[in-house]
């Protein structure tokens, strides 16, 4: 098979795309950027992303799907109100509208109309911020190749917030407008407003820090749930078993954070050897184990009773 030859392209993601190709030549273009959808391979051609996501591709997506569905509920729990009946209903709203975006995102996602995605494998860092390695031959002019090398994982993420957004903007102020019965006028709101101002925190966030959070969300999955739970059980004054057992609502939090626990764990394990990473699992009430057995040492609610008093 005969191959066009052109010079060889600078830089680290630039690349000749296929222009023409019969049973007995290929032709490529002049070095450029890359069309969506394609990335560089160690010849600098162009080649499509048709690879699926690995495990730790779909748990980053995850994370990043996680994160404004749990702002949601904080919020609808903050301004709820302890007599409020609404809150449930929104958390339900809330999961709903998070999960019909997903479901949305990939549907419209490459290939279209299947709950899958095809993808580029992510090698190293560098492949998030592409923008950062165009290539100035002579100093002066700047070839200019930024793509989205971990296609499809950095755009996805804005895709599903834009969907998120206009899900709940769709239902929510009529939900709380029926059944937020017990909250003020200018509390019914404060749930929605709150997000208004996160979902641009999260785009920002994946705009600038997307591929630092590819390779650090385990981590911060796990040190975010073990300092949530500690002042959870402190604010709740949780120094014995009982004290988590008399609400069902306790018992709620406690277990969705052994599911972040148990998150944490197998994205940082990647579960690359089922048989060894699995007895990790095991590890998952033991923050909640360790808080009760050694509450009677640091008496949280002294410390709060305390703090209130300005002590």
């Not at 709940?168 to 709380?176: I, K, Y």
């Not at 600038?208 to 650090?216: E, I, Q, S, T």
């Amino acid at each position: 098979m005969a191959v066009d030859i052109q010079p060889a392209c600078l830089g680290l993601y630039c690349g000749k795309t296929l222009l023409f190709k019969n049973d007995s030549t290929e032709i490529y273009g002049e070095c450029g950027v890359c069309p969506r959808g394609q990335r560089t391979n160690a010849q600098k051609y162009c080649q499509p992303c048709t690879e699926s996501p690995e495990l730790y591709d779909w748990l980053y997506l995850g994370f990043m799907a996680m994160l404004p569905l749990v702002l949601h509920w904080f919020f609808i729990e903050w301004y709820s109100g302890k007599k409020s009946s609404s809150a449930l209903f929104q958390h339900i709203t809330a999961l709903f509208e998070c999960s019909m975006a997903a479901i949305i995102t990939l549907l419209v996602s490459d290939p279209v109309g299947v709950l899958s995605i095809r993808s580029c494998r992510v090698l190293m860092l560098s492949d998030w911020y592409t923008m950062l390695y165009n290539p100035s031959p002579d100093y002066i002019t700047t070839v200019h190749c930024t793509h989205e090398a971990v296609y499809p994982l950095y755009t996805i993420v804005f895709i599903y917030y834009a969907f998120c957004l206009v899900l709940m903007m769709l239902l929510r102020p009529l939900l709380v407008k029926k059944i937020a019965c017990g909250l003020g006028k200018s509390d019914r709101f404060k749930s929605i407003y709150a997000a208004l101002y996160f979902f641009p925190i999260l785009t920002v966030l994946q705009a600038v820090g997307g591929g630092l959070l590819y390779y650090a969300f385990p981590y911060i999955i796990l040190v975010l749930s073990l300092v949530t739970l500690a002042v959870y059980m402190s604010a709740s004054e949780i120094e014995n078993c009982y004290d988590l057992l008399v609400r069902k609502k306790r018992l709620i939090v406690l277990f969705s954070h052994w599911l972040l626990h148990a998150y944490g764990i197998i994205s940082i394990s990647r579960v690359d050897k089922l048989e060894q990473d699995l007895p990790l699992l095991a590890l998952v009430p033991t923050p909640a184990l360790f808080y009760l057995f050694t509450a009677k040492f640091t008496e949280p609610s002294r410390i709060l009773s305390e703090g209130a008093n300005g002590h």
